[in-house]
Structure formats: C-alpha cells, structure tokens
C-alpha cells in the first residue's frame, strides 16, 4: 500500500508554509532551527527532543519543554 | 451601523463569489438589510451568479466617479427581503478606484445597511487592497488543495498586517469520501495548518453547480451545501452553531435506508 496522498500533501504545505512566511528557501529555514537551537543551547541546558520551533505568520515561537535530566 | 466583510482567498476559482451570493442571500433570508458589493473590476460576476445580469444599469465605478448617484446603481433582488447588488463594472480596471475612494464609499453607506459583503477578486494587487480597505472582518475561502491553502496563508498575513483582526476560515468543496479515504486534507487538518478560526465547511455538492447555473442560491435549500451556508449565516450572526460533523460513520438508521434504496 502506498502512502495515502493527505500525508504528502500535509508534508509539501508545511515546508511551504515556513518559506513563504519568512521568505526563503526551506534550507533557510532548516539553518535557523539549527542555529536558534545552538543559541539557546549556549544559556540554557536542552536536548533536540525537548525543543521546538514553530513559525507563524507573524511570529517565531521557541518551545522547550520537560525538566532535562 | 453595518458590519462590513470581505470574502476574499488569493486564488481564483475557489468559491468567493458564490460564497458571497449564498451569504448575502442568507442573511437577508434572516431579516437584516444586506448590500453585497462586486469589487472585481473588469470582470464582473456576481451579479450572474445572483440571476441579476439584466438589470445593471450604473456600476460601482460610475458611482465613485459621480457619474450616478448610488441609490440609482444599486439592484434590489426582489426574491428576498432588503437584498441589494452593487454591481462591478465590465469595462474598467482595477485601477479605476483607489483603496481611499473604497474606504470613503463604505463609510457613507455603512449606516444604511446591517450587513455590507464585500466579493474580493483574486489575487494580492490593486483589486485587493481596494476590497480590503474598508472591511472590518473577512471570510477567507480556501479548498482543501496544497495551493489554495497555501495562498490563503499569505492573504491571512496581508489581512493581519493590514490591521484586519476578525479573520476567518470557509472551507469549500470538500470531498468526504476522499476525507475518508486519506486523500483529502480534513477540516482539522486545513485548520491546524494554517491557525486560524473556523467559520464554517461546504461539502463537495453538485447542487451548487445546479443553483449557479440558474442563477438561484442553495442556501437554505435542503442539500448539503444549502444547510452548510444557512449555519455559517447563523454563526455571523452570533449565534452558537456547532460545526457539522462530516465525519461520523454512518448510523444504523443511515444503514438500514441505504440498504432499502438499494434495489
């Protein structure tokens, strides 16, 4: 069975999304996950699983969660 | 004084006319007083869409430029209590009225009106920012495809930044057998991508294309769509209407009568 196409889609529309809200190629926005995640890294102790950015249309929201270990 | 919105999606073809059309029919159909404003300028198609081809005499244009007074552009639709037509005009462009010439219009008429609808052509030029300038709130139209949705994102920025801040979602034309299937996004998933409120869902119905054909609206019609567009009335009107759930499998009753009308 092949991946139902809705998942495709989802996939395409996210990266989409992110390029044309901050404008660049989805590569962009691949260095500045990374280079947000080394930032925070310098002042605060987190992991890759416990972080996460979300970019909206107007804004870019940085979430770390759980205590880390 | 009148709510002012504009139906608008960036890309054409997704339902913003007839969208405008069953709503404003709708909410007339609900006793408000209801202007619905053609601001596709060049091509005009509203009015075709509402049955009202015959009856244009001025258009919007002529009315900016003092050529007419307003009361002799509007159409008043006699099918429905207080329902009028501001027709757009056929062989102008969009550069014929500025968004301050816009702006100036709905602040003289807002106050005759409860409701004034705004269809919005497609795209993100001159034709757009006229149809936003006065609006208060917007309907943004999409389909459940990776392309119209995303050009509904970028016209839900353009709409925030412009300072727009009630903006909300139409999801046209869904298929639920394709739902169903995993080959069509899903209500949740258009919503969640693209983060913004639900104003309602239109199922897929070919008795849209039947209406539009005749120039008649579904809403308030007994088909799928016509129910659909009578609750997002309902729901601009304040009132507290759940969302239909397109979704739920089908009962035992639902069943039983298909299993009777199958022969």
Redesign the interface.
């Known amino acids: 069975m092949s991946v139902p196409s809705v998942f495709v889609a989802k996939e395409r529309l996210k990266n989409l999304l992110i390029s044309d809200r901050m404008q660049c190629t989805p590569d962009a926005a691949d260095r500045l996950e990374k280079d947000l995640y080394l930032t925070v890294s310098k002042y605060m102790e987190i992991t890759p699983e416990h972080f996460d950015i979300k970019i909206s249309r107007s804004d870019i929201h940085i979430r770390y969660t759980g205590e880390n270990k | 004084m009148g709510e002012v919105i504009v139906i608008t999606s960036g890309k054409g073809g997704v339902g913003k006319t007839t969208t405008t059309a069953n709503i404003g029919i709708g909410l007339s159909g609900l006793g408000k007083k209801v202007l619905v404003i053609d601001t596709d300028l060049g091509l005009r198609n509203l009015d075709v869409v509402m049955g009202l081809e015959n009856r244009i005499v001025y258009n919007i244009v002529d009315v900016i430029e003092g050529s007419c007074r307003l009361k002799q552009a509007l159409i008043k639709d006699k099918r429905f209590p207080e329902l009028y037509l501001l027709p757009s005009a056929q062989t102008k462009d969009k550069t014929s009225i500025s968004p301050e010439q816009m702006k100036k219009l709905i602040e003289d008429i807002r106050d005759d009106f409860d409701y004034i609808l705004l269809d919005c052509p497609a795209g993100i030029e001159q034709g757009f920012q006229n149809a936003i300038a006065g609006a208060d709130r917007s309907i943004v139209v999409t389909t459940p495809?990776?392309s119209a949705?995303?050009d509904a994102?970028?016209i839900?920025?353009l709409l925030?930044a412009s300072g727009i801040r009630k903006n909300e979602l139409l999801i046209n034309r869904l298929r639920i057998d394709m739902?169903k299937?995993?080959?069509?996004?899903?209500v949740d998933?258009v919503t969640e991508?693209l983060?913004v409120d639900l104003l309602g869902v239109i199922p897929d119905d070919e008795q849209v294309v039947i209406a539009t054909n005749q120039g008649e609206p579904v809403v308030g019609e007994d088909s799928l769509a016509g129910k659909s567009y009578m609750n997002i009335c309902r729901r601009l009107l304040g009132e507290d209407i759940p969302m239909e759930d397109y979704m739920k499998p089908e009962g035992f009753l639902g069943k039983l009568s298909s299993l009777f009308h199958r022969n």
């Open positions: 495809e990776v949705i995303r994102d970028r839900l920025g925030e739902v299937r995993g080959d069509m996004m899903s998933d991508i983060a």
